[in-house]
């Protein structure tokens, strides 16, 4: 099956720090997604990238779908305590049935 | 984005007992629902793809008679652990895909922590 690499597992950075993630992939996909999840609460949907090469942008975060459709980053400028949680990548292959490939997560933390 | 709502957040059951989770699309229609389960500090697992109107498909490996699936209208479908035990125990998500968008995200349910004593 398809297999999503993300790192780094985890990250711990001081307040106003920028954050770099990203997610490769064995096989290419159609759409990249980067969610974060807090403790006890499902993921939220930060970012969606549908096209090779697209960079946007949400806030002070920053994803790019990369050309070769097996990757993505994210960043995050100037941390705050707030952005703490895992962030997970997640891609999908179009069709009917839609079905996401999740990365193992990023556990960032960041200390005041 | 859309909401979508999962019911209940926390429950804890007897072994033995069933225990019925209800995902909601609150302000859209959802043709297609996923169900996940997710382990502490790890990433989601996805159990299965519920069809309204339709039979569910399974992951391999998820029992389908053990986590009975019910997807009986646009808003809304059901996930029943039936005969729960201790290793049932996790926490359970949900997500549903927008209807007749062509580019669409997965938005997620808040999720059910399940803890089966």
């Known amino acids: 099956g398809q297999q999503l690499n993300q790192s780094p597992q985890s990250m711990f950075i001081q307040e106003g720090e920028d954050v770099s993630m990203n997610c490769t992939s064995s096989s290419i996909f159609n759409t990249w997604l980067w969610y974060k999840q807090e403790p006890g609460e499902g993921p939220v949907l930060l970012i969606a990238?549908?096209?090779?090469?697209e960079l946007t942008s949400n806030g002070r975060l920053t994803a790019q779908f990369g050309i070769t459709r097996k990757d993505s980053f994210l960043n995050i400028s100037a941390s705050i305590p707030s952005d703490v949680g895992i962030y997970f990548c997640?891609?999908?292959?179009?069709?009917?049935?839609?079905?996401?490939?999740f990365g193992k997560g990023t556990l960032l933390t960041v200390n005041p | 984005g859309a909401v979508v709502s999962q019911h209940p957040s926390r429950v804890i059951c007897k072994s033995g007992t069933s225990v019925k989770i209800e995902c909601r699309s609150l302000?859209?229609?959802?043709?297609?629902m996923f169900w996940y389960r997710q382990f502490p500090k790890k990433s989601l697992m996805l159990m299965a793809t519920s069809n309204e109107g339709s039979k569910a498909t399974y992951e391999q490996g998820v029992e389908k008679d053990k986590f009975l699936i019910n997807h009986a209208s646009l808003t809304l479908s059901t996930l029943t652990v039936t005969s729960a035990h201790p290793e049932d125990s996790s926490f359970y998500i949900c997500?549903?895909?927008?209807?007749?968008?062509?580019?669409?995200?997965?938005?997620f349910g808040q999720g059910t922590r399940l803890t089966v004593v």
């Open positions: 990238l549908y096209k090779a090469g």
């Open positions: 302000d859209f229609q959802a043709t297609t």
């Open positions: 997640a891609g999908a292959s179009g069709g009917s049935n839609y079905k996401l490939t």
């Open positions: 997500s549903a895909r927008v209807m007749g968008r062509q580019n669409t995200e997965a938005f």
